[in-house]
């Protein structure tokens, strides 16, 4: 999602090692993800700054919480327990 799409086809060709391989990944998508990264750690610091209270379902839009209780927002740990025997690798 972070590569350009010159990027993508260096990155199926590439050869070397897996460490070399995750060096140039990281290399190529690191400036990228950074940003947000940065732009997270904001938020989060915001909201830790006052007394406000984060109400579950924004908690688990930005990824503070895996999954709600009595809420119908999709969750990795339901659709894996429903799926046949042998097909959980498809998740990953």
Same mark, same amino acid.
């Given at each position: 999602?972070f /590569? ?9 060709t590439?050869?070397? &090692?897996d460490?070399?391989? =995750?060096r140039?990944? !990281?290399e ?5 993800l950074?940003?947000?990264?940065? /732009? ?7 909201l830790q700054?006052d007394d406000y &209270?984060l109400?579950a379902d =924004?908690?688990y839009? !930005?990824?503070?919480a895996d ?6 927002l999709p969750?990795?740990r339901?659709s894996?327990?429903n799926m ?9």
């Open positions: 999602m /590569l350009s799409g010159q990027e993508k086809q260096q990155w199926k590439q050869s070397g &090692t460490e070399e391989k =995750e140039w990944l !990281l190529k998508s690191g400036p990228k950074r940003r947000i990264w940065y /732009l997270m750690i904001s938020i989060c610091r915001l700054a &209270t109400p =924004e908690a839009w !930005l990824g503070m999954e709600l209780a009595g809420s119908d969750c990795l339901r894996e327990e046949p025997i042998g097909d959980t690798a498809k998740l990953i």
